[in-house]
């Protein structure tokens, strides 16, 4: 037999890889020249999804508009029915107990400074009818209803 046909086992024990400083600096320099594009896609990747929520806020924030434009609009109609003049007329006749004002119940101030400036001698008290008096105002509990309460 031949030395070419024997094997022998291989002791690798006793080696000790190198490090192969170019090799590094090859690995080293491709990192960083991936760096900026892939900087760059990841600001376009936000930009994307950034403009994608702000256009999800928008659709949001016009939904709310519609529904505060319709509710104004209905509030605007509930004021408009809420003042005509013949529901409060009809409030003031079942509710307050008020009737039309005869015609010796009505002085215009027109005609009581007219008659002055011509010498006419105004209304008296036996022609007025009897004043009405109304119940005071309930006053809010916002603040001091004098500035004396807090002693300026």
């Known amino acids: 037999m031949s030395s070419y046909a024997v094997s022998r086992p291989v002791d690798n024990r006793f080696l000790v890889r190198e490090r192969d400083r170019q090799r590094t600096r090859e690995l080293l320099a491709v990192a960083l020249a991936a760096l900026p594009p892939m900087a760059v896609l990841f600001a376009a990747i936000w930009a994307n999804l950034e403009t994608v929520r702000l256009g999800y806020q928008i659709e949001h924030l016009e939904k709310q508009r519609e529904t505060l434009v319709e509710k104004r609009r209905q509030l605007l109609g509930d004021e408009a029915k809420a003042s005509s003049l013949v529901r409060v007329e009809d409030i003031a006749r079942r509710e307050l107990g008020l009737s039309d004002a005869l015609?010796?119940?009505?002085i215009l101030v027109e005609d009581a400074v007219a008659k002055a400036a011509t010498g006419a001698a105004p209304a008296g008290p036996a022609t007025l009818p009897a004043p009405v008096?109304?119940?005071?105002p309930v006053p809010a509990a916002e603040g001091p209803a004098s500035p004396t309460e807090e002693g300026f």
């Open 133 to 136: 008096v109304l119940p005071a």
């Open 103 to 106: 015609p010796g119940q009505i």
